[in-house]
């Protein structure tokens, strides 16, 4: 008996995360934040925080 076809546009490699550590402890980072600065949440300093900034934004005209 032959492998049944793939379904269309699965065929595809998933993509893989490729790994991510910390700069001084070496442990691997899955956070968001953490990967980016590639510093983990226990060897961050707080001045080298992400500046996060909230901002108002006009409502979408027909939404209520």
Known sequence: MTD???IPGTDTEQAVRH???CR???RPLHDPESRILRLGPECRDPAERVARYDVD???LPGVD
Request: overall charge neutral; some cysteine; charged content about 35%.
């Open 19 to 21: 790994r991510v550590t």
């Open 4 to 6: 049944p076809e793939p």
């Open 24 to 26: 001084r402890c070496h």
């Open 57 to 59: 934004q006009e409502p």
